[in-house]
């Protein structure tokens, strides 16, 4: 079985630039959750997908950031235009069902913003 | 709302020694709590849960017991490996917070021969 993948792996971008980041969750999965961590600091929660609906967007920065979800399968997460504080790791993850079941992480996107 | 607190790192050690890294929570309801590592260039993996008091998560010679008295999660190891160095991070889910994964900062651990 495929694990969640990523795209790109790393992204360096110029201030002002637009990026779209892209997440193709473990198969029948319906939770998708996208989060960022800034070097040394506590991976953040951005916002959780049930299938295609946003079910909690909180923790979005701001409206530079857009996430969608089409069809309940792959997400992308667009930053524009992007400014230095964006850079980061972004992780998305996926889970069958809430609560106790693990949530299985792709290997990020390293987002450079200079 | 839920948060998760660890111990700072990083945390360097030899070969074979004795590994603690601390974890403690705070979370409405009865959390379930996890130990994930991130291994270099690599994603996140699970690496043990527990999912209520005083149940033990264990894996790969890594332990850890979910204490509701102390809302800890301390991770153990007896004798540590280079192939151990990675970032450890402690996370939980609960009622409270929508059940959406809250992490802590992560740990990194070095491991020398």
């Known amino acids: 079985e495929a694990g969640v993948t990523q795209f790109p792996s790393h992204s360096v971008i110029e201030k002002g630039q637009t990026v779209t980041l892209r997440c193709d969750p473990i198969?029948?999965?319906?939770?998708l959750y996208w989060y960022r961590r800034v070097m040394g600091k506590e991976i953040k929660f951005l916002l959780h997908f049930v299938k295609e609906s946003k079910q909690d967007e909180s923790g979005m920065p701001n409206n530079r950031f857009l996430a969608e979800r089409t069809g309940g399968t792959y997400s992308t997460l667009k930053v524009q235009p992007a400014e230095l504080e964006d850079s980061g790791v972004y992780f998305c993850a996926s889970s069958q069902s809430r609560g106790y079941s693990e949530a299985f992480f792709g290997q990020g996107t390293r987002l450079t913003v200079v | 709302g839920d948060s998760v607190t660890q111990m700072e790192g990083p945390v360097t050690l030899s070969e074979e020694a004795f590994l603690t890294i601390n974890c403690t929570y705070t979370?409405?309801?009865?959390?379930?709590l996890f130990w994930y590592v991130q291994y270099p260039g690599e994603g996140l993996q699970l690496l043990l849960k527990a999912t209520k008091a005083d149940d033990k998560g264990s894996n790969k010679g890594f332990e850890a017991t979910y204490r509701k008295e102390t809302t800890s999660f301390h991770l153990e190891k007896g004798s540590v490996q280079v192939s151990d160095s990675a970032v450890y991070f402690c996370?939980?889910?609960?009622?409270?917070?929508?059940?959406?994964?809250?992490f802590g900062r992560g740990t990194s651990l070095i491991v020398h021969p």
């Open positions: 996370a939980l889910t609960s009622s409270g917070g929508s059940y959406i994964p809250t």
């Open positions: 979370a409405t309801g009865y959390p379930s």
């Open positions: 198969s029948g999965h319906d939770n």
